[in-house]
């Protein structure tokens, strides 16, 4: 059974960078076709893809926030982290973790975590 | 990269069918069969509902149904239930350099 939990603070000032962590299990993250991403959801809007890394290392970033976003993983923690640098309040929003299938899917979400930012 | 484009809004009567579009480009719905489709009710996290276009995962009800013509992928619920009631995402891979674009989002209201 494959599960996924994001962790990480819940108030961040502005210009502050953010780190989550997502630790997942059953599965890992050195099989081959195997990723995982993060995407927000500020409240009320829509959901935004953020950042992916593969088995491989491979890493893909929103290009809108490219300069700010870094993604690594820790394969023998099974856990990947995800860095946002100067943080502002409209970058509120729930932050997920999800497993993504070779297929191009997330298949399996972690519950979220809110993040707020305010001074 | 884009967003999808999707209604913001769709609303049927319980028992009837309902279909939500979801329209991209040749660079990801229109060049490949990997459309996804999420459902999301408030407070909850999405969860899965079609695959590559049309494929169902384990437990999720066959009166979900994908599709796709040319640029534009579509979800259609038959029978629709009360608990068919939530905020639906499309998403699809792109041959951009990001690999991943969802939609806008749509809001399935049961009349």
């Known amino acids: 059974q494959i599960t996924l939990k994001e962790s990480g603070p819940t108030l961040v000032k502005p210009t502050q960078t953010l780190t989550l962590t997502c630790t997942f299990s059953g599965f890992s993250l050195s099989t081959s076709g195997v990723g995982v991403g993060w995407i927000r959801q500020p409240p009320g809007k829509a959901l935004e893809w953020l950042a992916l890394i593969y088995w491989d290392d491979d890493k893909r970033y929103s290009p809108s926030l490219k300069s700010r976003l870094t993604i690594t993983k820790d394969t023998s923690k099974n856990q990947v982290v995800l860095t946002m640098t100067n943080m502002d309040p409209v970058d509120t929003a729930t932050y997920y973790c999800?497993?993504?299938?070779?297929?191009?899917?997330?298949?399996?979400w972690g519950q979220g975590t809110m993040v707020t930012v305010s001074s | 990269q884009s967003a999808l484009t999707q209604p913001a809004s769709v609303s049927g009567s319980p028992g009837q069918s309902i279909t939500i579009s979801c329209t991209g480009t040749s660079s990801d719905v229109g060049g490949y069969n990997y459309v996804s489709w999420y459902q999301q009710h408030p407070g909850k996290a999405p969860k899965l509902m079609i695959y590559e276009v049309s494929n169902r995962p384990s437990g999720v009800p066959d009166r979900f149904s994908g599709s796709k013509s040319g640029n534009t992928a579509s979800l259609t619920i038959s029978g629709l239930q009360a608990e068919d009631e939530a905020d639906y995402y499309c998403?699809?891979?792109?041959?951009?350099?990001?690999?991943?674009?969802f939609g806008t989002g749509t809001k399935v209201t049961v009349l």
């Open positions: 999800a497993h993504r299938l070779p297929t191009d899917a997330f298949d399996i």
């Open positions: 998403s699809s891979y792109t041959s951009s350099s990001t690999l991943v674009v």
